[in-house]
């Protein structure tokens, strides 16, 4: 059974570019969640998608996007990109949310912005 | 708002040791509480999931337990290995269904 699935592993990107990262969520799950990772932080929360509507958002500016197609996976799109972006990104897949449920989490995309 | 911390940030203990590490978070709503495992440049292995009804979940040589009252859950590793070494990460779920995450605890076990 495969997990949650992440492309690409790296990415190395110009200042002022665009960006978009893909994720499979594990099957059987409907609902992703993106994060960003910072070095040496916690994720933090950017929005989580379901039944394709973005159901909420954390502090994150409109320049992060998304995007939830109808076999629950995903895309986050980066709109001009700054320095500042530099991170790890995370997905995760869960059912909707009770106390038994957990998220799976994927390999990350590596993204720096140059 | 939902705050979750974690001490020790990071800590560095001989082959064999009893390791407890802390996580406490300021909001006792939650639906449950993860344990999360991240080697250096990779994504997160979830290690146990506590519900809010639970005291405590165990697997292998993991056991994590849940005080929701008190706002704090305990993450305890026995024997420890150098395979052990990594960050581990707790995080809470309330009910906005997004994870709250503690800034980790970074580990080396050493031989």
């Known amino acids: 059974d495969a997990g949650v699935t992440q492309s690409p592993t790296h990415l190395i990107k110009t200042r002022g570019q665009q960006v978009t990262l893909r994720c499979s969520p594990k099957s059987g799950h409907d609902t992703v969640s993106w994060y960003q990772q910072a070095l040496g932080q916690g994720p933090q929360f950017i929005f989580q998608y379901y039944e394709e509507e973005e159901r909420q958002r954390g502090n994150f500016p409109d320049r992060f996007s998304g995007h939830q197609f109808p076999n629950y996976s995903s895309e986050l799109n980066v709109n001009a990109l700054l320095l500042g972006d530099s991170a790890l990104y995370l997905c995760?897949?869960?059912?909707?949310?009770?106390?038994?449920?957990?998220?799976?989490f994927g390999s990350g995309t590596r993204l720096t912005v140059v | 708002k939902q705050e979750v911390t974690q001490i020790p940030a990071a800590l560095s203990v001989p082959e064999g040791e009893n390791l407890v590490l802390n996580c406490s978070f300021t909001?006792?709503?939650?639906?449950?509480l993860q344990w999360f495992r991240q080697d250096p440049g990779k994504g997160l292995t979830s290690l146990l999931l506590i519900q809010s009804s639970q005291r405590e979940q165990t697997s292998g040589r993991l056991n994590a337990s849940l005080d929701k009252s008190s706002g704090r859950s305990t993450l305890y590793i026995a024997a420890s290995q150098p395979g052990d070494s990594a960050t581990y990460l707790c995080?809470?779920?309330?009910?906005?269904?997004?994870?709250?995450f503690g800034t980790g605890t970074r580990l080396q076990v050493f031989p």
């Open positions: 909001d006792s709503a939650i639906y449950n």
């Open positions: 995760a897949s869960s059912y909707p949310p009770s106390a038994a449920s957990g998220y799976t």
């Open positions: 995080a809470v779920r309330g009910d906005t269904d997004k994870l709250i």
